[in-house]
T-cell receptor, first 112, second 113 residues
Framework: DQQVKQNSPSLSVQEGRISILNCDYT??????FLWYKKYPAEGPTFLIS?????DKNEDGRFTVFLNKSAKHLSLHIVPSQPGDSAVYFC???????????FGTGTRLKVLA | GAVVSQHPSWVICKSGTSVKIECRSL??????MFWYRQFPKQSLMLMAT?????????EQGVEKDKFLINHASLTLSTLTVTSAHPEDSSFYIC?????????FGPGTRLTVL
């Protein structure tokens, strides 16, 4: 059973617009969430994280929103750039363990 | 930022041979490293957790005698795929734990002929 779900396998966005990537989880005990970005043939790189005590975390063009009641988090990229084209994985964890449960990824394509 | 390297980045081997993949944390010490396998169109699957100086903890369904993990130092963990078969062909990724997150290596593409 998939504990972390990214229901959109792909997403296309025009350059300069907002990209919104979504992630749902089933275990309400998860208290730490992360987003990773992965280019082909490379390992995923850490992008941004959020603790369950927050509902928003911002880092430059990237903002992660957490809705605990809905067990949902999203990653917003504004403005989107062609270099953002990659696969984005969300991950959930129990803080202190760092054993991450990954979603299946969403492939973002930013069109120039 | 923290850097994790993997060697080799790409390896082709014959069926029945063994392949060793190294994972190194270059500028920090990692008491815990993780090994993942990526399947096409799927996410990373955690294979095992490697702790320095102790036996690795394998996830359910992962054969510990086939995927040998050694974590001999605070900066190096190795994964040896023994008696490799074509179905072992995959992208293997390691990560190293720091105080606040994990840093992933670039991955190793294994192709078993």
């Amino acid at each position: 059973d998939q504990q972390v779900k990214q229901n959109s396998p792909s997403l296309s966005v025009q350059e300069g617009r907002i990209s919104i990537l979504n992630c749902d989880y089933t275990n309400s005990m998860f208290d730490y969430f992360l987003w990773y970005k992965k280019y082909p043939a490379e390992g995923p790189t850490f992008l941004i994280s959020i603790s369950s005590i927050k509902d928003k975390n911002e880092d430059g063009r990237f903002t992660v929103f957490l809705n605990k009641s809905a067990k949902h988090l999203s990653l917003h990229i504004v403005p989107s750039q062609p270099g953002d084209s990659a696969v984005y994985f969300c991950a959930a964890a129990f803080s202190g363990t760092y054993k991450y449960i990954f979603g299946t990824g969403t492939r973002l394509k930013v069109l120039a | 930022g923290a850097v994790v390297s993997q060697h080799p980045s790409w390896v082709i081997c014959k069926s029945g041979t063994s392949v060793k993949i190294e994972c190194r944390s270059l500028d920090f010490q990692a008491t815990t490293m993780f090994w993942y396998r990526q399947f096409p169109k799927q996410s990373l699957m955690l294979m095992a957790t490697s702790n320095e100086g102790s036996k690795a903890t394998y996830e359910q369904g992962v054969e510990k005698d086939k995927f040998l993990i050694n974590h001999a130092s605070l900066t190096l963990s190795t994964l040896t795929v023994t008696s490799a078969h074509p179905e072992d062909s995959s992208f293997y990724i390691c990560s190293a734990e720091t105080e606040d997150t994990q840093y992933f290596g670039p991955g190793t593409r294994l192709t078993v002929l």
